[in-house]
């Protein structure tokens, strides 16, 4: 299937013509987005909704520019939609993996520290708690039990693109949330 008969078949709906293009054009879109972002977990967020926004609005595309160019576009818009958004929200805050990482676990190397984390994980625990249960059980198994995306998604039986998507949505959610416990 060449690329102008497997973005005909995405138009109609199939699951194994979006996943081919995914596959075919992904590691060009991250890196238009990284370059404009410079966070890889930013990166990855804007990656999945980048493509679910260009896979809801496939039959937008025209052929007389390439799938790629329009993908650039649509991830170059995201990505400053982004940044902006961002500008305007100062007093929020975007936390990585890391730095969640960070604010669960103790090292117990000293304890004033682990006293302030641990005061930090119940804030964590009593904002999880607000989330609905799919969202707790994401965020549980990302953050808690620490599996990838990869086991997530098996474990839920869904697509790695849409636990990404989950993930970064919820996130929001949850940090809202312990920013409103402060």
Not at 91 to 118: A, C, G, L, R
């Amino acid at each position: 299937m060449n690329s102008n008969e497997t973005i005909e078949a995405a138009k109609n709906g199939s699951q194994k013509a979006f996943t081919k293009l995914y596959n075919a054009y992904h590691k060009t879109v991250y890196n238009c987005i990284y370059n404009i972002v410079k966070n890889t977990d930013v990166a990855d967020d804007l990656l999945s909704e980048t493509f679910l926004k260009a896979f809801k609005n496939i039959n937008k595309f025209v052929e007389n520019i390439s799938f790629e160019m329009w993908l650039k576009t649509i991830a170059n818009h995201h990505s400053i939609d982004f940044i902006r958004s961002t500008n305007r929200n100062r007093n929020d805050v975007y936390i990585d993996d890391e730095q969640m990482s960070e604010f669960i676990y103790t090292d117990n190397s000293n304890p004033e520290k682990d006293m302030i984390k641990k005061e930090e994980y119940k804030q964590f625990e009593n904002a999880l708690k607000g989330l609905g249960d799919r969202s707790r059980e994401v965020l549980t198994y990302r953050y808690q039990k620490g599996l990838s995306y990869r086991e997530i998604a098996e474990k839920l039986n869904l697509n790695i693109g849409t636990i990404k998507h989950y993930i970064h949505r919820y996130k929001k959610v949850l940090i809202s949330n312990i920013n409103q416990l402060k």
